[in-house]
Every structure is written in structure tokens, then in C-alpha cells.
């Protein structure tokens, strides 16, 4: 009865399912992405808030420029200000109140900000807090996996008699550190930014296949099979999925499961006869019957199926563009 109600009348049901859709992408990039890098940048927002206020109740270290001192402060002071202010990194619909949306790329230019800020104070913390820091950084950087850190952490621990030269080199350090972080985090936001513009255009073009063409019930078996696609593989080998693909899956696995069919179609035909009578008659003509949902399904399941079958198609349709050539040189050089 479900499935009579779907392909028939339930037009509307493809519209809730991608609206639903589009909601769950909306909270997953903000709620589950960017909010938690907001909400640690929040508490590095205090820390640092807190280390300026620390530097600026101590008396300036010998050999220290009291203006310019207070100049770095107050340029310390403005750009956090700036950061805490609302607009500047989340979208909110009331001041600091209600937060709409964070956008990625105001995310990203926050963390550098942020970062400049930290190593402007580096300069101004007096020496004991700089060789506290500069431990902490060798210890974590000995605890990495990254052969770089081996490197940066020997340079941390290089001897020098002058503390300026210890300094500089914590400074040095922390600001490659930040760097490799930064552009990591920008990298990722990019992947995801490509993945939430597939996502929406995906759906657009599911809603076009669905209405006009009228393959609702592939299209929503195929979207269940690539939601289980990497929900299986999640289960199977321990190890989490990108949240590019968990996003684009059930997207990918929906547009797949029609062209599927299409292909499937194809390479039935008794023209080409390389599939059968039964995917003859349970494909694209007849996209409600049991066995074309499963081939659906195992469309939008399987990317590699698709992709496969597609080349399989190809290979079959360059011999018979060939011997159409071929058939037409001959028939002229008879005529």
C-alpha cells in the first residue's frame, strides 16, 4: 500500500524527504562541524583574553619599551574584541544571543586572527612563563606522530645562552605550528564547502528525476543505500567516514539508482543482449517492480557498481559506433 501511495499519489512525500534532507544537512555542517571548532575558539578567546590582561598587570622586563609594549597590548586587546563582537565569526539573530549560522570561512580567518594574537603575547610574557611554554610545546611535539615535529622539537630543545634567541625560536615553533593547523582547517572547510554545494544541487536534481520522470521510489531506495553504504563501513572497519562523504552519500546514491536502472536498461536491450530478458523488464520502464527497487538499492549502495557498469556500457557502445562507420564506408564505396 506504501509503495502503491508513493508512486502514485504521495508527490509530495519526495519534497518532504529532501526538504528533512536539507535540514539534516544544514545542522550537521553547523551543529556537528562548525560549532565545535567555535565553541574551543570561544575558550582559546578567553585564554588569551586572560594572558593579555596577566601581561599588562606585570611590570615590563628589563630592556622592554613601555610604549611600544602597551601598543602591542592594546592591538592584542582590539583584534579579540573584534573576534568576541557579534557578526564578526557566528550569525546571530539577536545580540549575542541565538546563533543562526557560523559561516566556515569566517571560522577559518577567526583561528588565524587568533593565532597572530597568541604570538603577539609570546613576546610580552616574561621569561619563566616562555621557558614553562616552551617545555609544554617539546613535550607535545615528542608525543607526535608527525616526523616534522622531530625537528621542531630538537630546536626547542637547542641550547642557548641568550633567552631572546629561546624566545624567538618558541615563537618560531608555535607560529609553523599554527600555520600547518590553519591550512589543514581551511583544506577541510573547503572539502566540506564542495560537499554541502554538491549536496544541494544533488537535490535539485532529485527532485527534477523524481517529479518529471516519476522515479520516486528508486530514487528513495537508492538514498537508503548510500546512507548504508558507509554506515556499513563504519561498522566493519572501525574507523570514521568524512563528513564530505556522510553529507554527499545518500545524495550520490539517490541519482545513482535511476541512471542505474537507465544503464541497466541499455545493456538489456535485444539489441545489445547482454543482461536478459528479466532486466529487460525490471529496469527503467518499470521502476516500481520488487526486483528494479533492489537493483536500485544496490545502485545507491554500491558507487563501484555504477561506475562499472558504466564503463561496461561504454566498451559495448564504441564497437557498434565502429561498425556504423565502418558499415557506411562500405556502403558508399559500393555505391
Known sequence: MFVAYVAGEGRWALWLVCACYLVVVYITSRGLIAAPRYRLLQARLHGCRVRAGVCAARAAPDGAEPAVRAAVLKAVTDRLDRLERNGQ?????????????????????????????????????????????????????????????????RELAAPTGDPAAGRAALIAVTERLAEREDGAFEREYELQRIALWLA???????????????????????????????????????????????????VGGALAAPGGLLLVRMLADPELNLLGRVFLDNSWGSPARPIALAIALLF??????????????????????????????QATGRA
Open 300 to 329: 545507491g549502495f554500491s558507487g563501484t557498481l555504477f561506475s562499472r557498469l558504466a564503463l561496461a556500457a561504454t566498451g559495448q557502445l564504441v564497437p557498434v559506433a565502429g561498425r556504423g562507420a565502418e558499415g557506411r564506408k
Open 89 to 153: 565569526v557566528a550569525w546571530r539573530l539577536l545580540p549575542r544571543r541565538w546563533v543562526v549560522a557560523i559561516p566556515l570561512s569566517k571560522l577559518a580567518s577567526a583561528w588565524r586572527v587568533l593565532h597572530e594574537a597568541e604570538a603577539q603575547l609570546l613576546r610580552l610574557e616574561d621569561p619563566e612563563e616562555a621557558a614553562l611554554r616552551a617545555r609544554a610545546l617539546r613535550l607535545r611535539l615528542e608525543d607526535g606522530r608527525d616526523p616534522a615535529d622531530e625537528g621542531l622539537a
Open 200 to 250: 544541494l544541487i544533488g537535490l535539485g536534481a532529485v527532485l527534477l528525476i523524481g517529479l518529471v520522470l516519476d522515479h520516486r521510489l528508486s530514487l528513495l531506495l537508492g538514498g537508503l543505500g548510500g546512507f548504508l553504504s558507509p554506515l556499513v563501513g563504519v561498522m566493519r572497519a572501525q574507523r570514521p567516514a568524512s563528513w564530505g562523504v556522510l553529507v554527499l552519500a545518500p
